[in-house]
């Protein structure tokens, strides 16, 4: 009977039998349903990519607010860039760098100069030929505050970009041996003259071209038929990202078929999907993590002994326990975690003290509510977060007061304008490109408004260090200030819980959620 329904199940994924009459076939040998779906699943991974077909997802994070502009991109924004978008490198599923646009990247000895030769005959979706002039647009547009670019951080280390023939020369300000890692930003995909003309256009050389734009109901986008590595990516004929901002909605939408794939999966529902026919969870765990932001030149956060107290205030182990459900680990109140390499392992973790929370707090002189603001899409189970902390916060006699902010508008209106908020951050290729992105004085995702010279001293120098000794103690210290100073409260780092429909292939669980955000250039639609 196996083999029979091993080869009837190659038969469908070939396209020579219909998915009702294998089912059919199984009932009548006595098979279940939910063994028979599985073995089609089975098949066509082994069979490989499918073409055809529109593959829908239903995600979080998007608002009326988005943009295409790569510099500006929000959450759901950034995610559809990697359907129309194409980067110089990206990050493999094993840690290390996937050539994309750049076909070579050297350095000199001292890794002060870059050069990057970029692949011939990519075509981008208006037609025209990338160029070594496109990329030095695009990373001098992103090297330009006026911009307001998100990768501002990681570009103040360079110091020229040229163009040479078919290759890019950077010359940066320092050694930097991580430096092709910088250019894995989802920021940084390579547009028609940098982007400068149209930076909302969505135009790049990417396996979809993009067809629909509306910002905060969804993203469309059809195959791109000249896409230069067609045989690896963009196998559906069009792709369609829909915001679903609302938990329970998400999932209803891929019970029903509605969608192949969701994100930010709350793990308290975590056994009640992997208990739905025809689906699955995927959980990985990676860099990143949910936090607390305070900004640190706004009263009354811009006391430390009232940062310190909302710190020593925080229950992380119920944290983990109750919102997380064991997905994911502790946070120390800074943005490395065992992910990346020389990581600080040494460094005491912090741990709810209630009497000391007290006493920092008494010696802050702060007196009064603390407003807090948190919303669902600030990240799965935030507002019960920003509740079991209101709580261990009244055991320390901090009275926190909890505003709940609507999603749509939240990453605009709320993020980086209110000094007190929930936010996630799904972590970097490297601790310098997490540091540079987030808490250098200058970048301009500095969300806690940490300015702090001794820190950004110690920021540069690693850059340019290349004894690894060195280079961890470097970022020990680091990890200390920024731990002991900063406005960054971190209780865990999470688990990317992805669910997919059992008619989704390719799905390879690394790094972030929606493998990485490639999970719709890479899948197949199974028949």
Same mark, same amino acid.
């Given at each position: 009977?196996?083999?029979?329904?091993?080869?009837?199940?190659?038969?469908?994924?070939?396209?020579?039998?219909?998915?009702?009459?294998?089912?059919?076939?199984?009932?009548?040998?006595?098979?279940?349903?939910?063994?028979?779906?599985?073995?089609?699943?089975?098949?066509?991974?082994?069979?490989?990519?499918?073409?055809?077909?529109?593959?829908?997802?239903?995600?979080?994070?998007?608002?009326?607010?988005?943009?295409?502009?790569?510099?500006?991109?929000?959450?759901?924004? *950034?995610? #559809?860039?990697?359907?129309?978008?194409?980067?110089?490198?990206?990050?493999? +599923? &094993? %840690? @290390?760098?996937? !050539?994309?646009?750049?076909?070579?990247?050297?350095?000199?000895?001292?890794?002060?100069?870059?050069?990057?030769?970029?692949?011939?005959?990519?075509?981008?979706?208006?037609?025209?030929?990338?160029?070594?002039?496109?990329?030095?647009?695009?990373?001098?547009?992103?090297?330009?505050?006026?911009?307001?670019?998100?990768?501002?951080?990681?570009?103040?280390?360079?110091?020229?970009?040229?163009?040479?023939?078919?290759?890019?020369?950077?010359?940066?300000?320092?050694?930097? *041996?991580? #430096?092709?890692?910088?250019?894995?930003?989802?920021?940084?995909?390579?547009? +028609? &003259? %940098? @982007?400068?003309? !149209?930076?909302?256009?969505?135009?790049?050389?990417?396996?979809?071209?993009?067809?629909?734009?509306?910002?905060?109901?969804?993203?469309?986008?059809?195959?791109?038929?000249?896409?230069?590595?067609?045989?690896?990516?963009?196998?559906?004929?069009?792709?369609?990202?829909?915001?679903?901002?609302?938990?329970?909605?998400?999932?209803?939408?891929?019970?029903?078929?509605?969608?192949?794939?969701?994100?930010?999966?709350?793990?308290?529902?975590?056994?009640?999907?992997?208990?739905?026919?025809?689906?699955?969870?995927?959980?990985?765990?990676?860099?990143?993590?949910?936090?607390?932001?305070?900004?640190?030149?706004?009263?009354?956060?811009?006391?430390?002994?009232?940062?310190?107290?909302?710190?020593?205030?925080?229950?992380?182990?119920?944290?983990?326990?109750?919102?997380?459900?064991?997905?994911?680990?502790?946070?120390?109140?800074?943005?490395?975690?065992?992910?990346?390499?020389?990581?600080?392992?040494?460094?005491?973790?912090?741990?709810?003290?209630?009497?000391?929370?007290?006493?920092?707090?008494?010696?802050?002189?702060?007196?009064?509510?603390?407003?807090?603001?948190?919303?669902?899409?600030?990240?799965?189970?935030?507002?019960?977060?920003?509740?079991?902390?209101?709580?261990?916060?009244?055991?320390?006699?901090?009275?926190?007061?909890?505003?709940?902010?609507?999603?749509?508008?939240?990453?605009?209106?709320?993020?980086?304008?209110?000094?007190?908020?929930?936010?996630?951050?799904?972590?970097?290729?490297?601790?310098?490109?997490?540091?540079?992105?987030?808490?250098?004085?200058?970048?301009?995702?500095?969300?806690?408004?940490?300015?702090?010279?001794?820190?950004?001293?110690?920021?540069?120098?690693?850059?340019?260090?290349?004894?690894?000794?060195?280079?961890?103690?470097?970022?020990?210290?680091?990890?200390?200030?920024?731990?002991?100073?900063?406005?960054?409260?971190?209780?865990?780092?999470?688990?990317?819980?992805?669910?997919?429909?059992?008619?989704?292939?390719?799905?390879?669980?690394?790094?972030?959620?929606?493998?990485?955000?490639?999970?719709?250039?890479?899948?197949?639609?199974?028949?």
């Amino acid at each position: 009977m196996s083999q029979e329904l091993d080869y009837l199940s190659l038969r469908v994924v070939a396209g020579r039998l219909s998915r009702r009459e294998f089912l059919g076939r199984a009932t009548a040998l006595g098979v279940s349903a939910t063994f028979a779906n599985s073995l089609l699943t089975s098949a066509a991974r082994a069979e490989g990519p499918v073409r055809g077909g529109i593959l829908k997802a239903g995600l979080a994070g998007g608002a009326a607010t988005d943009t295409l502009d790569t510099a500006t991109f929000s959450t759901l924004s *950034a995610t #559809f860039g990697n359907c129309w978008g194409e980067l110089l490198v990206t990050l493999s +599923p &094993n %840690g @290390g760098l996937e !050539n994309r646009l750049a076909a070579e990247i050297n350095s000199s000895k001292d890794a002060k100069t870059w050069t990057m030769k970029i692949r011939k005959g990519v075509e981008f979706h208006n037609g025209k030929t990338v160029t070594a002039e496109d990329v030095v647009a695009t990373l001098g547009r992103h090297s330009d505050a006026k911009s307001k670019s998100g990768a501002l951080g990681l570009m103040k280390s360079i110091d020229t970009i040229k163009a040479n023939n078919d290759e890019v020369v950077v010359t940066l300000k320092d050694g930097n *041996a991580d #430096f092709p890692y910088l250019m894995t930003d989802y920021h940084l995909i390579i547009q +028609p &003259n %940098g @982007g400068k003309d !149209n930076p909302g256009a969505g135009i790049s050389a990417g396996p979809y071209k993009m067809t629909v734009n509306e910002p905060g109901v969804r993203y469309g986008g059809e195959r791109f038929a000249n896409f230069w590595q067609s045989d690896k990516r963009g196998f559906a004929d069009q792709v369609e990202l829909l915001t679903i901002n609302d938990n329970t909605a998400r999932v209803s939408a891929l019970q029903a078929g509605q969608v192949h794939m969701i994100n930010h999966v709350e793990p308290r529902i975590v056994d009640l999907i992997k208990r739905m026919p025809n689906l699955r969870v995927e959980a990985v765990s990676g860099p990143a993590y949910y936090c607390f932001n305070m900004f640190c030149d706004t009263p009354p956060f811009d006391s430390n002994d009232l940062r310190m107290a909302l710190k020593l205030a925080m229950d992380r182990e119920e944290m983990v326990d109750k919102i997380l459900r064991g997905y994911g680990t502790i946070g120390n109140d800074f943005p490395i975690n065992a992910t990346y390499p020389l990581f600080p392992d040494d460094i005491e973790q912090r741990t709810f003290d209630p009497d000391k929370a007290k006493f920092h707090y008494q010696k802050s002189g702060h007196s009064g509510p603390i407003l807090l603001r948190t919303s669902d899409v600030a990240f799965p189970g935030a507002v019960d977060a920003a509740q079991l902390y209101q709580q261990s916060c009244a055991k320390a006699g901090i009275a926190l007061e909890i505003k709940r902010e609507p999603s749509d508008g939240y990453w605009n209106e709320v993020w980086q304008k209110q000094p007190f908020c929930n936010t996630y951050w799904s972590g970097r290729a490297t601790q310098d490109q997490m540091y540079s992105t987030a808490y250098l004085s200058t970048a301009e995702w500095n969300d806690t408004h940490f300015f702090n010279e001794k820190f950004d001293k110690l920021l540069i120098e690693a850059l340019a260090e290349f004894d690894e000794d060195k280079r961890k103690s470097l970022y020990r210290e680091m990890a200390i200030i920024l731990r002991n100073e900063g406005g960054l409260i971190v209780p865990m780092f999470n688990q990317e819980i992805d669910a997919i429909s059992d008619k989704l292939g390719g799905y390879v669980a690394f790094r972030n959620t929606l493998m990485n955000g490639e999970a719709f250039s890479k899948c197949w639609l199974i028949p």
